[in-house]
């Protein structure tokens, strides 16, 4: 059994999250620029091969496309053929920047640090995988 990583694609910046290898726990990993998260997933996953990638959807609350979906899916079309072999899978990411914001404030970071830029990026990523990890069990 590998780890599974989880990836929260933004525009500017990416959040991602691993498990670790017995896939019992989801912990933010990093904060990468979109624009270099491909060459950086291609170094890491050369090191550390992972079992499965999974992508945050993004979706509206009625369930249909959000204003991410087309760059999200690009993403998925350019991720699946940088890594032709890795299972791939899509995992709703509905209000888990809102839940990575309560997490932050619950934990007791600091107003300011809260508002830095990227750092809900990564958390978000963990709940994605946290609820992917929770799917597959229910």
Do not use: C
Not at 93 to 117: D, N, W
């Amino acid at each position: 059994m590998g780890k599974l990583v989880a990836l929260d694609i933004g525009g500017k910046r990416s959040g991602i999250a691993e498990t670790d290898p017995l896939q019992m726990i989801a912990s933010p990993r990093e904060v990468v620029a979109t624009g270099a998260l491909l060459d950086y997933l291609k170094k890491w996953f050369q090191a550390e091969p992972p079992e499965a990638l999974i992508l945050g959807e993004p979706r509206a609350l009625d369930g249909g496309d959000s204003d991410n979906s087309a760059r999200t899916r690009r993403w998925y079309e350019a991720l699946k053929k940088a890594f032709p072999d890795l299972p791939l899978h899509w995992q709703d990411e509905r209000f888990s920047s809102k839940r990575a914001a309560q997490a932050l404030v619950t934990s007791g970071v600091k107003k300011e640090k809260r508002r830095a830029k990227g750092s809900k990026d990564a958390i978000s990523a963990a709940l994605i995988l946290e609820d992917f990890m929770k799917g597959r069990t229910a």
